[in-house]
């Protein structure tokens, strides 16, 4: 098959051919959308194994947004130091639950502009919560799925907002986070940051940077 000619055809072709390699799933364990968001702000500059390592005595110690704003910030330091930047992110936990508590019940909101404005939060988490939590649209950006776009010829934008926006036209709104899982999965274990395993790459006869690298 030759390259489709356009990006869209060629983001429509990724995704029908990631369907066959890879479940879409979040990597992160968790149980429920407070517990994602938790993780999914641990997991920056961090691997999910880690943070699966990390989040199950942190769970049982703050099961609940109440819990986690009454934290010692100490204690949650330690709890959390084995992700990195673990000052910052103590905060952060701090911060959105606190936040959780006195603009939204106690619950985790669903909008984006919403989940944007609690600490640790940024687009691609926002997203995160979105798509998995919720089964809403979000297409997360992060450092995968930024590689994978650019190399398949869908972007040629490094900044992960403007990716997404790139993205999201080319994708069914109620695929865009099935579609981020999938390639992020495809980015780890195949279409490597450095020497990328093409020979083994199911996209490999229309991705412009197949055995280019």
Do not use: W
């Not at 979040?26 to 691997?47: K, M, P, R, W, Y």
């Not at 330091?77 to 673990?86: A, D, K, L, P």
């Amino acid at each position: 098959m030759g390259m489709p000619r356009s990006p869209k055809g060629r983001a429509r072709l990724v995704h029908e051919r990631l369907k066959n390699e890879y479940e879409a799933i979040c990597e992160l364990d968790h149980g429920n959308a407070f517990e994602l968001l938790v993780a999914t702000i641990l997991s920056a500059q961090c691997t999910d194994a880690r943070v699966n390592k990390t989040t199950p005595d942190l769970f049982r110690r703050f099961p609940t947004p109440l819990e986690l704003a009454a934290a010692d910030p100490i204690e949650l330091e330690e709890m959390v130091r084995s992700t990195g930047f673990y000052k910052s992110k103590a905060r952060n936990l701090l911060k959105m639950a606190n936040q959780l508590l006195d603009d939204h019940s106690g619950e985790v909101p669903k909008d984006l502009e919403k989940l944007v404005r609690l600490g640790g939060v940024g687009r691609k988490t926002a997203n995160v919560i979105r798509s998995v939590a919720f089964k809403l649209p979000g297409l997360p950006v992060d450092t995968h799925v930024g590689r994978l776009s650019r190399r398949l010829g869908l972007t040629n934008e490094e900044d992960p907002v403007k990716v997404e926006l790139t993205l999201n036209p080319m994708v069914p709104q109620n695929e865009r986070g099935e579609f981020s899982l999938r390639v992020i999965l495809h980015g780890r274990q195949v279409c490597f940051a450095r020497s990328p395993n093409c020979d083994e790459c199911v996209l490999n006869d229309f991705c412009p940077a197949a055995f280019a690298i």
